[in-house]
């Protein structure tokens, strides 16, 4: 089955800084998204991206679909954004199953 | 309100007995998942139901089981078949499959 892995598994920042979060996917698919996992484990859809840029406020997400690569950007980091971020992908090979990367904890410190 | 509940918000289970999480959802989707999170793992998909009365398994279905008699709810029972069934357990629904999910609030299984 298709590979999801996210880089880096762990990011400490001070609140005011970006950060670019990256998933790498092993073949092509037809969807991928990014979650926030609050500290409560509530999953809150950030964006639906199969290739192109969107952006929503603070955040912005790029997927390139030909390099099997998705990056999230997070600007102006508040400690808020704090928790863990999925990005999970749709195989274009039929199968109706999301498959989820182990995520990246990013810590913001006051 | 629109969206996705779970109840409860944590469950005990002891050796031998079977639970049933809820997942409720008035979002009007075909689509309903559920999926079980190990501590610092990812979402791993147990079952997953495209339409009323109809459901597949997912990777990790030994020791669940599901039904899905109504469009707006998808129950998951964790039988004594699971052995090691302490985990955090999320539902998700979309309007149907390979579209946006969107995730209830989750429950915490632990095994007394």
């Known amino acids: 089955g298709i590979q999801v892995e996210q880089s880096p598994p762990d990011l400490i920042l001070q609140e005011g800084a970006n950060s670019t979060l990256r998933c790498n996917f092993s073949d092509s698919v037809n969807n991928l998204q990014w979650f926030h996992q609050n500290p409560w484990g509530q999953l809150i859809n950030l964006f639906y991206i199969p290739s192109g840029t969107k952006q929503n406020g603070r955040l912005s997400a790029t997927t390139v679909a030909t390099e099997r690569y998705s990056l999230l950007y997070i600007s102006s980091s508040q400690t808020t954004d704090s928790g863990v971020y999925f990005c999970?992908?749709?195989?274009?090979?039929?199968?109706?199953?999301?498959?989820f990367g182990t995520g990246t904890r990013l810590t913001i410190i006051p | 309100d629109g969206g996705i509940t779970q109840s409860p918000k944590y469950l005990f289970r002891k050796e031998g007995q079977n639970v049933t999480l809820s997942c409720e959802q008035n979002l009007n989707h075909d689509a309903m998942y559920w999926y079980r999170q190990d501590p610092g793992q990812g979402l791993r998909l147990i079952y997953y139901?495209?339409?009323?009365?109809?459901?597949q398994k997912g990777d990790i279905a030994e020791g669940y089981s599901v039904s899905r008699e109504k469009k707006e709810s998808f129950p998951l029972t964790v039988t004594s078949a699971q052995k090691n069934p302490t985990a955090f357990y999320l539902c998700?629904?979309?309007?149907?499959?390979?579209?946006?999910?969107?995730f209830g609030p989750g429950t915490r299984l632990l095994v007394l």
């Open positions: 998700a629904s979309s309007l149907q499959v390979q579209e946006t999910q969107y």
């Open positions: 999970a992908v749709h195989s274009n090979f039929g199968n109706e199953k999301l498959t």
């Open positions: 139901s495209q339409i009323v009365n109809d459901f």
